[in-house]
């Protein structure tokens, strides 16, 4: 021995890292972190999860499970993950709250760590079920340029929707965001689909707001259910381009 110790628990007998034993270093290391608060967007039909902008694991199961938990840990560098065992703690209709308890390796050590996280479940029917399900919607967002501006390319338009359509859907209502159903790329831009109607509008006026888009709103009689005329309403949203040229 060189005469070196762990300036916090003294021993010599063990390797160092800036002056730490494995131990003591650990003790003083978030190994696992997970956000408080986190959600996971499930398909009801087929069970599908939402990862950002695409859908994965049709056939899954609705309920949560470790391939819906574990993604959601962040392990410190220098520690690898074994196993993490979840225990539910409290639960209601779509809130979970979980205990997770993780064991890792950490310089040659053996330790575990503990992680509380709550879990909401989000339900969206995703685009392959509201196809399959015939298509079942009450309202739709057909996002189009300026009407006015012939020098802006098709592909180059719908790539400049696209990214209004991600920052509107961001800023909108919770509730608004779980209407919206699912989308269609067409040449002259988005049709984007809402099983709540209301909740198609408030975006549309977001739409307005925030983005200076115009609206023009029409509505279809789409046929009758439990005795009462069911319409589906269309709000056609035009966004003029930045610096497109105006009409006279
Ligand atoms: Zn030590
Ligand atoms: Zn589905």
Redo the contacts with the bound molecule.
């Keep these: 021995m060189d005469g070196e110790f ?1 300036v ?2 003294g ?1 010599t007998d ?1 390797s160092l890292v800036d002056g ?2 494995a ?2 270093a650990a003790d003083r290391t978030v190994l696992v972190k997970v956000p408080a608060h986190a959600e996971v967007t499930v398909c009801p039909t087929c069970g599908a999860r939402q990862i950002g902008s695409h859908w994965e694991r049709r056939g899954a199961s609705e309920s949560l499970s470790a391939d819906d938990l574990t993604p959601l840990v962040t392990v410190h560098p220098d520690a690898a993950l074994r196993t993490i065992r979840w225990e539910e703690t409290k639960s209601t209709a779509t809130v979970r709250d979980l205990v997770g308890r993780a064991r890792l390796r950490f310089r040659g050590t053996e330790r575990e760590a503990e992680i509380a996280l709550s879990v909401r479940t989000v339900h969206r029917t995703c685009p392959e079920c509201s196809r399959r399900s015939g298509k079942y919607y009450t309202a739709v967002l057909q996002l189009r340029g300026g009407g006015d501006d012939r020098t802006e390319k098709a592909r180059a338009l719908r790539e400049r929707l696209d990214g209004v359509w991600a920052a509107l859907l961001g800023e909108a209502r919770r509730d608004a965001q779980d209407a919206f159903s699912w989308r269609e790329e067409l040449p002259e831009g988005w049709d984007c689909y809402f099983t709540d109607t209301l909740a198609a509008r408030s975006v549309a006026r977001l739409a307005r707001q925030r983005f200076g888009a115009t609206i023009r709103e029409s509505a279809t009689l789409a046929g009758r259910k439990e005795g009462q005329d069911l319409y589906r309403v269309t709000f056609c949203l035009r966004f003029r381009r930045a610096g497109a040229p105006v009409q006279p």
Aim: hydrophobic letters at 20%; proline letters at 0%; charged letters at 35%.
């Design positions: 762990c916090v628990c021993r063990r730490l034993c131990d003591c």
